[in-house]
């Protein structure tokens, strides 16, 4: 069964620290995987895609990672700021299909 | 803002009510899509649409309907709903239709709607 998990659910941190969301994927076969941002009252907005060939994609302090031998995905987020409380969307997507996870609502607190 | 705009912001209606969501994209794309989101739940894929013809309907009850007058355009109507129909029902729209596979399409999304039904 395609599935797409992301852990933790929710996440609290102080301004200014560092944080690592982590996507776990059973999706099959792989085609590319986006993380999203989606602010509250708002659509989600892409901030990365990558494909089966590349581990790593930066968007200014936000740096995706992806293990596609372990189906494994990472969004690492430095120096945070109060504008990154939203919740973080992991999307995987096979032939002709999205497959989204819950997301990781995150809280970035002063 | 993605480009996508979606009316009315929030909507409250009755279980007997007749209601339209509106969707509008001004990205010149040929893709677009009807989502809904529940809380603590994955985005629900509900309508997709090509160049204004429906390409694939995922068992959603036919208390929705959907109608793409356009490639710009794309509505919801709502008729005799439940209260576990209430959502945020997001419109998305891409350049292409995702089945394309590789590097594949990104679709932008509306601010959607928050529907509550009582």
């Known amino acids: 069964k395609n599935q797409v998990e992301q852990s933790p659910q929710s996440l609290i941190i102080l301004e200014g620290k560092n944080c690592t969301l982590q996507?776990?994927?059973?999706?099959?076969?792989?085609?590319?995987l986006r993380w999203y941002k989606q602010d509250t009252g708002r659509g989600p907005v892409s901030l990365t895609i990558?494909?089966?060939?590349?581990n790593t994609k930066s968007n200014g302090r936000y740096t995706a990672t992806l293990d596609a031998d372990t189906k494994q995905s990472s969004l690492h987020i430095t120096a945070s700021q109060l504008s990154d409380s939203a919740s973080y969307i992991c999307v995987v997507s096979a032939e002709n299909q999205f497959y989204f996870g819950t997301g990781t609502s995150l809280t970035v607190i002063p | 803002e993605t480009g996508v705009t979606q009316t009315p912001r929030h909507l409250v209606m009755g279980m007997t009510n007749k209601k339209s969501l509106k969707c509008e994209q001004h990205l010149g794309h040929n893709a677009m899509y009807w989502y809904k989101q529940s809380a603590k739940k994955p985005l629900e894929l509900m309508f997709v649409y090509s160049l204004e013809e429906r390409v694939e309907n995922n068992s959603v009850p036919s208390r929705f309907s959907p109608e793409c007058p356009n490639s710009s355009h794309l509505f919801l109507h709502l008729h005799t709903l439940q209260p576990e129909d209430s959502a945020l029902y997001l419109c998305?729209?891409?350049?292409?239709?995702?089945?394309?596979?590789?590097?594949?399409?990104?679709?932008?999304f509306g601010p959607g709607t928050r529907l509550l039904v009582l």
């Open positions: 998305a729209s891409s350049q292409e239709l995702v089945t394309s596979g590789g590097y594949g399409e990104t679709q932008y």
């Open positions: 990558m494909t089966f060939s590349e």
């Open positions: 996507c776990n994927y059973t999706v099959s076969p792989f085609s590319n």
